[in-house]
Every structure is written in structure tokens, then in C-alpha cells.
């Protein structure tokens, strides 16, 4: 199978903030979202994967692909750290985050195993679906996603795919 995975484009918010789940806009850069539409379109695609969040939803929609919104590919929720600069995030909550990935929620948000649970299922229905697919999502989702597809363990400390990013896995 083939997987194209899509990091959304730069939302339109102040640089340094924290925004897993606040749902913004795409900044209006016409060509990021031309070359990702682009690279989507040289695949041969049976749909695209979709996270609801608009800043996806606008890159799956311009692709003129068949849609599938699925809520499970959204970012982590950062709870109460959701616009706020992570200058101003306390760093011994921080260092808690690094020390327990997995267990570690920010006040009112979700864990890295929550999410990890969530991009799982995501895996699983990809498979089922057997069709060569795009994945358009977030750094958090995505790098998860893309460990599972390469049969690897998944790593919440690993660096996550660039904004605006096209990844292709040949599965």
C-alpha cells in the first residue's frame, strides 16, 4: 500500500505559541498548499484521511480527493497549555512531559497514551481500508502513524515531520 503523510501547512497563529487542538486557519501562503495539492495529485489516491481541524480539512479539500474526516488524526489536546507560549509553559511541568510521554497529560488536556491509542485505531481502519491513501494530520498523530505503517515502535520524544511536509511510505 501507499501512504502519502501531509503535515498541515503553518496555521495562521503567533510563532512559539501551543496550539494542538485550538482550530485555526492556514496562514494565506497559496503556494505551500499548491506543492502539498500537487504531490497528493501525483500518487494515484483512492481518498484522503483527514483530521477535522480546518487548518487539514482546507489541504483535503483542495485536493479534489475523496474525503474521509476521521477526529482520531487530531493533535494532542494541551489542555490548559492550548495558546499559550511555551515560554511560559512551567518547565517543571515540561520536565514531567519528557520523563513519562506516555502517562503525562497536561492539566485539563490528554496523554501521549490517549493519543497513542487514538492514532492506533487510525492504523488499524488504514489497513482495513487497503487502498492507497494521503494522511493529512499533525506532528503528534503523524509521527505515531508513520512508526505503525514502518512496523516500528512508536516514539512520542521523536521529532515530528515539518510543517508542511509530504511524507511517502510504500507499505
Known amino acids: ?7 498541515h501547512p503553518a496555521p495562521a497563529i503567533a510563532a512559539g505559541l501551543c496550539y494542538g487542538r485550538l482550530d485555526m486557519p492556514l496562514r494565506p501562503d497559496a503556494a505551500a498548499l499548491r506543492s502539498i495539492v500537487a504531490a497528493l495529485a501525483g500518487h494515484g489516491l483512492a481518498r484522503v484521511w483527514t483530521s477535522p481541524a480546518q487548518r487539514c480539512l482546507a489541504v ?23 495558546g499559550v507560549a511555551w515560554d511560559d ?10 520523563a513519562d510521554p506516555l502517562g503525562f497529560a ?22 482495513a ?13 503523524l509521527k505515531l502513524l508513520a512508526a505503525l505503517l514502518r512496523g516500528e515502535q512508536p516514539d512520542l520524544l521523536a521529532p515530528a515531520p515539518a510543517i508542511g511536509s509530504v511524507q511517502l511510505l510504500m507499505c
Open 1 to 7: 500500500m501507499k501512504y502519502v503523510l501531509v503535515r
Open 60 to 82: 483535503a479539500q483542495a485536493s479534489g480527493l475523496k474525503l474521509r474526516v476521521d477526529a482520531r488524526l487530531q493533535e494532542i489536546d494541551f489542555g490548559a497549555w492550548e
Open 89 to 98: 509553559v512551567p518547565r517543571d511541568a515540561l520536565d514531567a512531559w519528557a
Open 106 to 127: 497536561p492539566p485539563g488536556g490528554e496523554s501521549g497514551s490517549a493519543l497513542l491509542v487514538r492514532v492506533r485505531e487510525v492504523h488499524q481502519a488504514l489497513l
Open 129 to 141: 481500508a487497503g487502498e492507497d491513501c494521503g494522511v493529512i494530520a499533525h506532528g503528534g498523530s
